[in-house]
């Protein structure tokens, strides 16, 4: 890793022009004028990590010179805030994926179920690579629970062998599949992307589509894909890309330097908000891979005094038996005081008494937040077994944490 760039010459070249739009951006210049040189790994990790809003900064300053070429747009935002666009080149990036990742082959019926809608890139991502792999594609995007019967006889009809979607959205499709006695016995791949996967997969394929196998891709739309996972890496463990520089700061915090020459989002040392730390994959290769650890959401105030470690909380509930998934929703009210809901998917082998044994857990552990107010207060809090966690509609990503507001 230490001699990437005197091995990439062109990479260290991609790295010094990022470095010069970004300086040429009036409310970043200032932040990066100490940076003298980029001749080594050594000298980039003294520059400054890029933000999302440092981004669009950015992003903004150098549309006019992004629109020059043929490029595409995604969409960062959108649901709770106005859309930021950012610029990637015809295909994607994608070319370089499908070198390193054998997910889809000349054989395959690939079903893309990534929503289509609102700029959201990741279908046109898939159908991207789809193309290079030249197999089949349907571009079915995001379907309604009420559809779940006609699109899985479709499938089976039709003899599809991989299919593509946000983990959170493919739960419930095969979920219902293994509900209804329905086999895919076909389907031998299944893709995703967007947040991490769903345990509740694992306990649902197996009787669905016994022959199926993870096929995972890791990034951000202002990285585009970094990393990618195999059906034989650990589920949480990634393999970057030749052109992503991913460096693991001291506090665990991941930065990706994209150094694509054709580069158009100047992703120099962009910290992505996941943790994450080095490890050897049991996939066999051998070059460092990269276990990501989760998002580092820090702490967020609950009733006005006391602070909740998100990720502590979210981390000792995830370890507890027979929970697959988890959330906090904080309710804040105007006129009584605010909630805290620990909403939990089960596993199918979930103990009747989950929710009691985890609020239990909750209120017995020291995780940095207000357990001892929950004693004081037992209203405060409350532990629901859901089918499904709050999500957004138009891409299906599930937050670690949902803030609401009641008038």
């Not at 393999?239 to 506090?251: I, K, Y």
């Not at 996941?274 to 580092?296: F, I, K």
């Not at 239990?360 to 409350?382: Q, W």
């Amino acid at each position: 890793m230490s001699d990437f760039f005197s091995a990439m010459p062109l990479a260290q070249d991609t790295a010094r022009r990022m470095l010069a739009q970004l300086r040429s951006v009036p409310a970043l210049a200032e932040r990066y004028a100490d940076v003298l040189a980029l001749d080594s790994l050594g000298d980039l990790v003294h520059v400054p990590v890029m933000r999302k809003d440092d981004m669009n900064v950015a992003l903004e300053h150098l549309r006019p010179r992004a629109l020059q070429g043929a490029t595409w747009t995604f969409q960062s935002g959108g649901s709770t805030g106005m859309p930021k666009l950012g610029y990637a080149p015809t295909g994607l990036y994608m070319d370089e994926v499908f070198e390193q990742w054998k997910a889809l082959g000349p054989d395959d019926v690939f079903v893309n179920g990534w929503g289509a809608g609102k700029l959201w890139g990741a279908h046109y991502l898939m159908a991207a690579y789809a193309d290079l792999a030249g197999c089949t594609g349907l571009g079915l995007g995001s379907i309604t629970k009420g559809e779940y019967d006609f699109w899985l006889e479709l499938f089976a009809d039709r003899r599809v062998t991989a299919i593509g979607g946000t983990p959170s959205v493919l739960r419930p499709i095969f979920a219902h599949a293994r509900a209804v006695g329905l086999k895919l016995p076909d389907l031998r791949a299944v893709l995703w992307l967007g947040e991490g996967w769903n345990p509740g997969l694992d306990d649902d394929l197996p009787a669905v589509a016994p022959n199926a196998r993870r096929w995972g891709l890791y990034g951000s739309t202002e990285t585009w894909v970094v990393g990618t996972n195999t059906p034989q890496c650990a589920v949480d463990v990634w393999h970057p890309l030749p052109s992503q520089l991913v460096h693991v700061g001291p506090d665990q915090l991941i930065d990706v330097t994209s150094l694509k020459p054709h580069g158009l989002n100047p992703a120099l040392r962009y910290q992505t908000g996941d943790a994450g730390e080095w490890v050897r994959c049991t996939c066999g290769v051998p070059s460092r891979a990269l276990r990501v650890l989760g998002r580092r959401n820090g702490e967020v105030k609950f009733r006005g005094v006391h602070f909740v470690n998100v990720d502590a909380l979210i981390g000792t509930i995830t370890g507890q038996p027979g929970v697959a998934q988890v959330q906090l929703v904080i309710t804040e009210y105007a006129d009584r005081p605010s909630l805290m809901e620990v909403l939990i998917v089960p596993r199918r082998d979930a103990a009747p008494d989950l929710a009691g044994r985890v609020r239990e857990h909750i209120l017995g552990t020291e995780i940095g937040g207000p357990n001892t107010m929950f004693h004081r207060d037992p209203d405060a809090l409350v532990v629901r077994l859901v089918d499904a966690l709050v999500h957004n509609e138009r891409t299906g990503k599930v937050p670690d944490l949902v803030e609401r507001y009641e008038p």
